[in-house]
T-cell receptor, first 117, second 114 residues
Framework: NAGVMQNPRHLVRRRGQEARLRCSPM?????VYWYRQLPEEGLKFMVY????????ESGMPKERFSAEFPKEGPSILRIQQVVRGDSAAYFC???????????????FGPGTRLLVL | AQSVTQLDSQVPVFEEAPVELRCNYS??????LFWYVQYPNQGLQLLLK??????LVKGINGFEAEFNKSQTSFHLRKPSVHISDTAEYFC????????????FGTGTRLTIIP
């Protein structure tokens, strides 16, 4: 049973370019979360999606960042016109839908390390 | 709003000695609590979680944690550490159904000294 897959693992972009980060959840998981980890910091929540639906985007910057989780295919985190401050590790997590009234465990992928030159 | 405090950014411990990594949280509602471990250049792996029930939670790799509601703490412990425990440890909270996002602490780097 493959875990959460993220690609690319490393991504280098010049200022002003676009970055596309992909996340394939574990089999049977329909919920996806994106987190960002800046150097020497903990992870910060960005967005929570279900298939074709954004549930919570309270952690997303208002501009240049967007996320989607289509009916088919991976979830995509898109950063337009990247700046040096976007350099970070971006982690995706997935979970099953909640059952029995309990929150399901979030399983994390290996992350995409974005470097903006 | 919820928050998590991990006061110790780095903890050096001799091999086979016990260790405690501290975690305190604040929230206006009941919370779920988690400890994750991150090995270099890897993603996060769940060590253990508290959802309800017994306040002493046992996890993988010999770790355990105790939920203390009055002190709003969820400290992680291991009676005897191994070199392979060298990693970054993150405490996290969520407010459960309807607000599943995790709020993380800044992490504690555990270094095992041979």
């Amino acid at each position: 049973n493959a875990g959460v897959m993220q690609n690319p693992r490393h991504l280098v972009r010049r200022r002003g370019q676009e970055a596309r980060l992909r996340c394939s959840p574990m089999k049977g998981h329909s919920h996806v979360y994106w987190y960002r980890q800046l150097p020497e910091e903990g992870l910060k929540f960005m967005v929570y999606l279900q298939k074709e639906n954004i549930i919570d985007e309270s952690g997303m910057p208002k501009e240049r960042f967007s996320a989607e989780f289509p009916k088919e295919g991976p979830s995509i985190l898109r950063i337009q016109q990247v700046v040096r401050g976007d350099s970070a590790a971006y982690f995706c997590a997935s979970s099953r839908p909640p059952v029995k009234g309990y929150q399901e465990t979030q399983y994390f992928g290996p992350g995409t390390r974005l470097l903006v030159l | 709003a919820q928050s998590v405090t991990q006061l110790d950014s780095q903890v050096p411990v001799f091999e086979e000695a016990p260790v405690e990594l501290r975690c305190n949280y604040s929230s206006s509602v009941s919370v779920y609590l988690f400890w994750y471990v991150q090995y270099p250049n890897q993603g996060l792996q769940l060590l253990l979680k508290y959802l309800s029930g017994s306040t002493l939670v046992k996890g993988i790799n010999g770790f355990e944690a105790e939920f203390n509601k009055s002190q709003t703490s969820f400290h992680l412990r291991k009676p005897s550490v191994h070199i392979s425990d060298t990693a970054e440890y993150f405490c996290a909270v969520s407010e459960g159904l309807g607000n599943e996002k995790l709020t993380f602490g800044t992490g504690t780097r555990l270094t095992i000294i041979p």
